[in-house]
């Protein structure tokens, strides 16, 4: 039985990258090494490298197929099985044969070949490929009709991506290596736009580094191999369905973009009792954060989390594992042990797992309370070490008791005291000294187990040891004061410092500041209001409305819900209150000055229309006015009559048209441009410029496509005249100006190329400016309104009308208008 052939397919990113050629080496190479290679397909559109390189090879002959009245050319599958060579090399896997032919597509001939074990390299493009045809149309807005089933090339032997930098093949376009020159033009400034070429070539990469991956993971299971593999990052994001899932989300999609084609992966951990549930509104909102993120979300069933969460990881091979930071309470996890975080970073092993804080664990930022120096907690810690401590001190030191003992003892039950006065306060330690005090003299000073006193002294004794433990409650006390004093000073010099910064960076500084204030008084929610209407606001509003209001300047109130603010922290507010003022003040003046924007422009544009007036229109004015009182006092000859009465005509037109574009400038600033949009053909616009700019086929040349735009006839002619005329003032003597229609998508470009000086990158904006001649001194020209006119029109008409750089020198104007609802148009490249 013959072995089945192996298939090798070199995939690219766009036609022209160098696939055919890369397949026509590899062919030659393996020639030269003893292998049977024949051409069983190569099309080399016209290209004189890719011709040059099927020298010397056997080319089986082609079968020609009649369709409709054209004859085509199609791989002859029947003649290259008879040859049955080793390898056969057989181009555009994806495609479509002519009708009649033994398959539809080439596909499922080079599976023939395959079957009759003969190998074969092949080519396709990465538009082609089944999975990604729907991403490539919204890529490029070309839709391909040739498409190769993603299995087909999953079970390839070998695929390999022939890569060439976007730059670098729209260099080779240029240069004429990819297609004809009267196709240049319209390639790239559609399908092979910097940006399109980019993002193709990503897919490409990505689409293979998945296949490499999938190839991984099955090698990996066939040879056994459960060790973790970091041949690319996997980021696993852990969601309780919390508030802190949105955090760790966009955290752990940062970490995977960081890593450069990282995978994020997020997962949630349900009980197999269902007691553990999520709130299913959150956990929605979170997974479809997760797809918008360009990541996966899965689910898994478990009663332990951490060892469900560690096997899940170590399932999909991740590098990373992201977790919330814990919400429970420090008590609580003094009694519960430790939590799913600790446990799961003792169980990682090789997994860097990263523990992420979040404002669900109180992380936020808050102002520390004043109240008192210690908190309760503290305090009800210190009653709690002296009623546990003391009894479990007394057994030892009665267990241990001697005659000599006694200074020991004092000593210990002192030292209890100040580790209480530490831990709690004065209070607990006053507790702690009266019943140690108790406890050594009804342990440990005669008469024992009796609570009196034979020696004076030992009564003294008693006094100071408790006034000792007095004065280091006191000290301790003290110092906790000072120290949360200290830490609140710092707090408020935070709050101060970033208040300050929110104002000078002014954009979005008033709601910056109404989150800073609810975050550091600690309240549900702040709302600021400006004449009724809500400007910012941060938090929730309490649902019985209660609230305090603060004025903030003469019209704003601002909304604080939640406790009462102390009197040490409404100085701060003050500040807050008098910063948002501010703020206010910085987004009115903003907003103002936005107003008055078109108004200065308005006031520029008729300061130039001034100057304009002043200069421009009296030179055919006066030509006019000399030329009329010539003819009235009369002429020598009928040959200077006539000249008078055409330089009176040539002034007077001249003079029309620049009133003319005074007047659609005015009616375009004031928006009250008559438009009429119709189904145009680009042909019925071009021909009549022409035809009104006295342009002949010596001139410009034409080519224009059979397509319908939707556009105002008349205002189209007149942008089309307006840069015709440009293109033509500024092409050098025998290189003509050409007109080329092409189809994008929805939209159809009318491209205008000169091959003059050009425009400089840093100065297109300025040639669409009223007034503006670049340069121009040449007062012939008008008053520079043209582009600035053209540009108005198109823009009214839904088009775009854009400088590009032509190819080789100059400068093409690109009208990009909407293609007419009735027309289709298929103009992908091949």
């Known amino acids: 039985m013959t072995a089945r052939g192996r298939l090798r397919v070199l995939l690219g990113a766009a036609p022209g990258v160098g696939k055919t050629y890369a397949m026509l080496e590899e062919g030659a190479r393996r020639r030269a090494e003893g292998a049977d290679v024949v051409i069983a397909v190569v099309e080399t559109h016209g290209r004189a490298e890719t011709l040059r390189l099927t020298d010397g090879f056997e080319v089986v002959p082609r079968r020609a197929v009649a369709h409709r009245g054209v004859t085509l050319q199609e791989m002859d599958l029947d003649a290259v099985l008879a040859r049955w060579p080793e390898l056969a090399l057989v181009d555009e896997l994806a495609h479509t044969n002519a009708p009649g032919s033994a398959h539809e597509k080439r596909w499922q001939d080079v599976a023939a070949l395959l079957e009759a074990g003969i190998d074969v390299i092949s080519t ?11 991403v490539v149309e919204e890529i490029t807005g070309a839709v391909q009709r040739e498409t190769v089933p993603d299995e087909v090339l999953r079970a390839a032997d070998q695929v390999e991506v022939v890569d060439l930098a976007p730059q670098a093949l729209r260099d080779r376009l240029s240069g004429g290596f990819v297609y004809p020159a009267e196709r240049i033009d319209a390639a790239l400034s559609n399908y092979f736009r910097l940006g399109n070429l980019t993002a193709l070539r990503e897919l490409a990469l990505l689409w293979l580094a998945d296949e490499v991956d999938h190839a991984l993971q099955g090698y990996r299971a066939e040879h056994g191999i459960d060790r973790r593999w970091e041949a690319r990052e996997r980021v696993v994001v852990t969601l309780t369905g919390g508030p802190e899932g949105e955090t ?4 752990g999609a940062r970490i995977a973009a960081r890593s450069g084609g990282g995978q994020l992966l997020a997962v949630h951990v349900t009980s197999q009792d ?36 560690v096997e899940f990881a170590r399932s999909v091979d991740a590098t990373q594992l992201v977790l919330g930071v814990s919400r429970r309470s420090r008590l609580a996890a003094l009694l519960t042990g430790p939590g799913i975080g600790a446990t799961v970073i003792r169980e990682s092993g090789d997994i860097d797992v990263h523990i992420v804080t979040h404002s669900a664990a109180g992380g936020r930022f808050a102002l520390p309370r004043l109240g008192g120096a210690l908190t309760m907690r503290r305090r009800l810690a210190g009653f709690a070490v002296a009623m546990l401590g003391g009894p479990l001190l007394t057994w030892l030191l009665v267990t241990f008791r001697s005659a000599e003992s006694i200074t020991s003892d004092v000593l210990s039950y002192q030292l209890l005291v100040v580790i209480v006065a530490l831990v709690g306060g004065i209070w607990p330690a006053l507790w702690a000294a009266v019943l140690s005090g108790i406890t050594l003299d009804f342990f440990f000073v005669e008469p024992l187990y009796t609570i009196r006193v034979h020696e004076p002294l030992h009564l003294l004794a008693l006094a100071l040891y408790v006034t000792i433990a007095v004065l280091v409650s006191f000290v301790v006390d003290r110092a906790a004061r000072k120290t949360r004093a200290a830490r609140r000073a710092a707090a408020e010099s935070e709050l101060l410092q970033t208040v300050a ?52 300047g003469d019209r704003a109130v601002l909304e604080l819900h939640g406790h009462d603010l102390p009197a040490s922290e409404r100085r701060l507010l003050a500040v807050i209150v008098s910063q948002l003022e501010a703020a206010l003040q910085h987004r009115d003046l903003a907003e103002t000055a936005r107003e008055l924007e078109p108004l200065a422009a308005s006031d520029r544009v008729r300061s130039a229309l001034l100057s304009a007036l002043s200069h421009d229109l009296r030179r055919p004015l006066a030509a006019a006015t000399a030329a009329v009182g010539g003819l009235r006092v009369g002429v020598a000859s009928e040959s200077d009559r006539d000249e008078l009465i055409e330089t009176a005509g040539e002034s007077l037109a001249t003079l029309g048209t620049l009133v003319t574009d005074l007047l659609d400038v005015s009616r375009l600033q004031a928006g009250a441009l008559a438009i009429s949009l119709a189904d145009v053909d680009p042909a019925d616009v071009v021909l009549p410029a022409l035809d009104e700019l006295g342009l002949g086929p010596g001139v410009v040349d034409l080519d224009l496509a059979p397509v319908t735009v939707r556009a105002d006839p008349v205002l189209l002619q007149r942008a089309v005249v307006n840069v015709l005329a440009n293109a033509v003032r500024h092409s050098p003597a025998g290189r003509k100006v050409r007109i080329a229609t092409s189809v994008f998508g929805d939209t159809v470009e009318m491209r205008i190329v000169d091959h003059g000086p050009g425009v400089p990158a840093d100065r297109r904006d300025d040639i669409f400016l009223p007034f503006q001649r670049l340069g121009d001194t040449d007062n012939t ?20 009308l854009t400088p590009e750089d032509t190819p080789g020198g100059g400068l093409t104007m690109v009208i990009a208008l909407p293609l007419a609802p009735a027309w289709s148009w298929n103009g992908a490249p091949e």
């Open 124 to 134: 396709v493009n990465i538009q082609h490929i089944e999975s990604l045809n729907d």
């Open 248 to 251: 760790l989300l966009r955290r």
């Open 274 to 309: 269902g007691l553990r549930a999520a709130h299913p509104a959150s956990l929605a909102e979170q997974r479809a954060l997760v797809e918008k993120l360009g990541g996966t979300f899965h689910q898994v069933v478990g009663d332990d989390v951490p060892r469900a969460l």
């Open 501 to 552: 910064g929110s104002v000078v960076r002014g954009s979005g500084s008033v709601e910056a500041l109404v989150e800073r204030a609810r975050e550091a008084f600690g309240l549900a929610g702040v709302r600021l209001t400006n004449d009724g209407d809500v400007v910012a606001t941060s938090g929730e509003p309490l649902p019985d409305g209660r609230h305090a209001t603060v004025p903030v």
């Open 781 to 800: 020209a008008g008053l520079g309104l043209g582009l600035a006119l053209s540009k108005g029109f198109v823009e009214e008409m839904g088009g775009t």
